[in-house]
């Protein structure tokens, strides 16, 4: 195995794939788009490339990252993270609040943070031109930029590779990832407060777990993308909440076809979710905890249809957060109604039921001889304790059979490793 730790980390399936190595070392670190392992950091094979991978490690949340930096006062807290205020609600601009995933509160945010010059810029994640099926990490400066983000992209995404550019640069820049990007950029901002200075507000999207290329792939299949035609845009969510999943492509004629669409649960049941990786289903933290705002479904006031005009769940996680989303709707940029803190549980109850689990997987992995992440400062076990029996069972005889189905002991190799 090799000397540096982010091939370690790698290899050992405890990277996210958030980028943020990549981004401070670009020259000697690249991300790649493995099929099957998913978006994961090259290092260069040289004694240069060993010590930013060195240096880099400290930016890495998917090793570990810690809770005691955070501002917690309750079991809420404990549980989700620091919640100061939380809201329903969506924005009042019907074209964002149609394209977005649920309410289209992470785009009206953005938007807001750039017309209200809290930021130049913001940092988040669009589809690839040439090829939809992949994303990349942009830096948008205007709303038109911004609309091409809108919408969930349940694929591999790296946006903390832009944290570098940040920091090399003299804008104010708006941070919105995954809550595992944002944590790496908690950490990289509590190692560099010049870079903390340069990202005013950071917003994290609630996640159940990235899937991998060939999800995508397969998910083109049951839309009855043809083998050989060119994707040219794929939707996962919007247009209406939760949206349909649909592809657009070109045949070899240069004529354009639309698939039909699929229901979200359909989509994300029973082909995206069975191919996230690893990682994500360790993960301790789907709603954001390292952020100053996370967004999500409403799933306990659930939408009629699969095209009903959506509304989004805010939760504000620091005073500048909190202050933000306020100024935010006293600005009409958002229609909302407060609720109370303890409706991340009743809104995302299989997040809940995932997070008491990971205290299990971690031990069954540590007891095969795995690594497994470390969250310092946060009491699984304590939500571990919170499940039934049958539940607690399960977090251990359901990691050893995937460890076993998985072959989870073998070194994670990422293809086209190779310069």
Known sequence: MSADPITKI??????????????????????????????????????????????????????????????????????????????????????????????????ALAAFALESGVAKGVAHIAARVDDPRLNEAVISRDRAALMRGAGSRYAQASPAETLGRIARSDEAVAFIGKPCDVASAHKAMRADSGLTDKIPLTIAIFCAGAPNLNATNNLLDRLGVPKGGKVVDLRYRGEGWPGLMQAEWVDDDGNRHTSDGIPYAEGWGRILQVERRWRCRVCADHTGAFADISVGDPWHNPPEGNTDAGRSLIVARTLRGRAFVEAAIAAGVLVTEARGRAVIAAAQPNLKATHGAVWGRRVAMRAVGLRAPRDRGLALFGMWRGLSLREKLQSFAGTWKRVIRERLWRRVVISGAAR
């Not at 991978?53 to 006062?73: F, I, P, Q, Y």
């Open 10 to 107: 790698v290899a050992c399936n405890l990277c996210t794939g958030c980028g943020a190595c990549a981004g401070a070392f670009p020259e000697l670190i690249r991300m790649v788009d493995d099929p099957m392992n998913g978006r994961r950091p090259v290092v260069a094979a040289t004694a240069e490339g060993r010590a930013a991978a060195r240096d880099a490690v400290a930016l890495c949340a998917g090793s570990a990252s810690d809770w005691t930096t955070l501002d917690r006062a309750d079991k809420i807290d404990d549980d989700w993270g620091p919640v100061l205020a939380t809201w329903e609600g969506w924005a009042t601009d019907d074209e964002i609040r149609h394209r977005g995933s649920s309410g289209g509160a992470v785009t």
